[in-house]
């Protein structure tokens, strides 16, 4: 289905006020379309055989008069409807690009920046608003009108009114003409917003970064580069539209009125008065009026293009493959994990895990170490199901957990990231992710069970302190215990730290470790770890290398065993010693 056609579909679901919009916008065309008929009696009337009459010149006035306030009156109303229309279309496109976004696998994120994709939601759909606010009003408008004055027209003359006509091809031909530069500027122009978007997003999220490094005139240069290619196409684009919109119908009036002039002159000096003053007068005032709507139509163009451009680019979002988010629950499961034969790959056949097969049973706590590559954060992305295996299977208590949404296995894991990411809100709202079902209470005894009040009790408000984006105003120590209380607060089964506690001091990770001991209780825990000294109770470790498993057991077995755990375990040691 084409774009044009997707976006009539859209406007159908609110067509109440749309089509009440355009049935006060009819009956303004035809009120407005009387005056010149009324201009034209009172002339061949009243004024042109010298019969002045004040009374009914007086009335027909009034009546002018009284169709130029009902025009008013009604043009307000179609406006409003219109409006109203067109922003209620907006809003369901919105909510559908935000609602799909979320169906989208993790995939998609991970190959598109941010900035991109908040461009299609946000720029590209307010381009399309364009489209339903100015492009369907003024289309509606003028075309309402040029048809209501093509009517007018006929009944003055005929054979004037299919002279014409003949405007009706060449316009035809021009949006034509028009259409096919205009998209070709309007794509590159909405790729470059989008890309601006990501660079700025890119430029605020690592501002530190490049000032750090002094990197700001690059990036400002990068930027300028960017911003002049957008600037070039969009001068492209003006031209377009200045060479032609304005210069378009000009000269179209200019020729109309033309061959109107040759038309009456002939036809008079040959066979006499062929039209009355007042027939001449309407005629005139028609044609000056039809130009006013060719013109808003011609003008639309660059808009029109734009808005499909723009449409286009979001319904190419809405038609990603993306999962439904599943209301459907389970009970609380044990939480016995076991990978059988699982192989993976994030890309084709560049596989980052290989043939592992590992079992952790309900309340055992597994480490996974190895360099970086090596496949650990792949074996959570796995357990999550943001990716599912290329070849084997995952059960959790038997189930093979692709035959259940994704939404519901994740209903029983918790996870705390290395970098937590916290959202605008407050402490309380950040543990409690706005869950009805996570109580004041709840979100108290989380950050007890952490020992977050050692660390949170300096803040103002408590539980209550504003948290801006990122929660950049807090220390990592404070994001952190934030971060796991969010992820105990939820009471999981399964319970994944990665990297959990490598980017905070040595007072808070004792506060972590020590919450830990009480935490794992009943629950099956992953960890993903640098520091091995944080994993010597774990009941298994995992060692990896290239997506293989090659050592396992507990601290003391890999210590005794001396291979690769025992090498990576020394040169930490005497990195922390030296």
Not at 34 to 53: L, Q, R, S
Not at 110 to 124: H, L, Y
């Amino acid at each position: 289905m084409s774009t044009g056609k997707r976006l009539t579909k859209y406007a159908m679901y609110y067509k109440r006020p749309i089509f009440i919009g355009l049935f006060f916008l009819t009956i303004a065309v035809f009120t407005d379309l009387a005056g010149p008929f009324i201009a034209k009696y009172i002339i061949d009337e009243y004024m042109v055989i010298g019969n002045i009459e004040i009374q009914p010149i007086a009335w027909l006035l009034c009546l002018y008069l009284i169709l130029a306030i009902a025009t008013a009156i009604l043009r307000y109303f179609m406006y409003i409807y219109l409006q109203v229309g067109a922003n209620r279309v907006i809003q369901k496109l919105r909510r559908d690009v935000f609602g799909h976004i979320h169906t989208l696998p993790i995939q998609f994120f991970d190959q598109r920046p941010a900035g991109k994709i908040v461009a299609r939601v946000t720029n590209d759909t307010e381009a399309v608003r364009n489209l339903y606010v100015q492009v369907l009003s003024n289309f509606a408008t003028s075309f309402i009108s040029i048809a209501g004055v093509y009517i007018a027209l006929f009944i003055l003359n005929w054979k004037m009114a299919m002279l014409a006509l003949l405007m009706i091809p060449l316009i035809y031909v021009w949006m034509i003409l028009y259409r096919k530069y205009a998209s070709q500027y309007n794509k590159v122009i909405r790729k470059k917003i989008a890309d601006i978007n990501a660079m700025i997003n890119e430029s605020i999220q690592g501002m530190t970064i490049i000032q750090a490094f002094r990197r700001e005139e690059q990036m400002t240069k990068e930027f300028d580069d960017m911003n002049n290619e957008h600037y070039a196409y969009g001068r492209k684009l003006l031209l377009l539209d200045s060479a032609t919109s304005f210069n378009l119908v000009n000269t179209l009036r200019l020729m109309m009125f033309t061959v109107f002039i040759v038309y009456f002159g002939t036809q008079s000096l040959s066979v006499g008065e062929v039209a009355s003053a007042g027939t001449l007068y309407a005629f005139v005032d028609y044609l000056t009026r039809l130009f006013n709507p060719i013109t808003n139509v011609v003008n639309q163009f660059s808009q029109l293009e734009r808005s499909l451009v723009a449409g286009k680019r979001v319904f190419d979002v809405l038609d990603l493959k993306g999962e439904e988010v599943s209301e459907e629950t389970m009970p609380r499961y044990d939480g016995h994990v076991v990978f059988e034969d699982v192989t993976f790959a994030y890309k084709d056949d560049e596989y980052v895990l290989k043939n592992l097969s590992f079992e952790a049973k309900r309340g055992e706590t597994v480490a996974l170490v190895g360099h970086t590559g090596s496949g650990k954060s792949s074996i959570m992305n796995l357990l999550f199901r943001f990716y599912d295996p290329s070849i084997g299977k995952i059960y959790i208590d038997g189930i093979d957990i692709t035959t259940l949404p994704r939404q519901t296995i994740r209903q029983h894991m918790g996870i705390v990231l290395q970098d937590p990411y916290l959202f605008t809100g407050t402490i309380a709202s950040n543990v409690s992710l706005n869950d009805p079902k996570i109580t004041r209470e709840t979100v108290e005894k989380a950050l007890q069970a952490v020992g977050a009040e050692r660390v949170l009790k300096n803040l103002e408000k408590g539980i209550d302190e504003p948290v801006i984006e990122k929660g950049s105003t807090l220390s990592s120590g404070q994001r952190q215990l934030i971060s796991f209380a969010r992820a105990l607060a939820f009471d999981p089964a399964i319970l994944i730290l990665d990297e959990a506690t490598s980017n905070i001091d040595t007072e808070t990770e004792e506060i972590i470790q020590h919450a830990m001991d009480v935490l794992k209780k009943g629950r099956t825990t992953f960890i993903i770890a640098h520091r091995l000294s944080t994993i010597k109770n774990a009941d298994r470790i995992l060692v990896l290398e290239r997506g293989v498993i090659k050592e396992q057991g507990t601290h003391d077995e890999l210590l005794a065993h001396g291979g690769i755990y025992a090498n990576m375990y020394r040169m930490q040691a005497q990195s922390l010693y030296a």
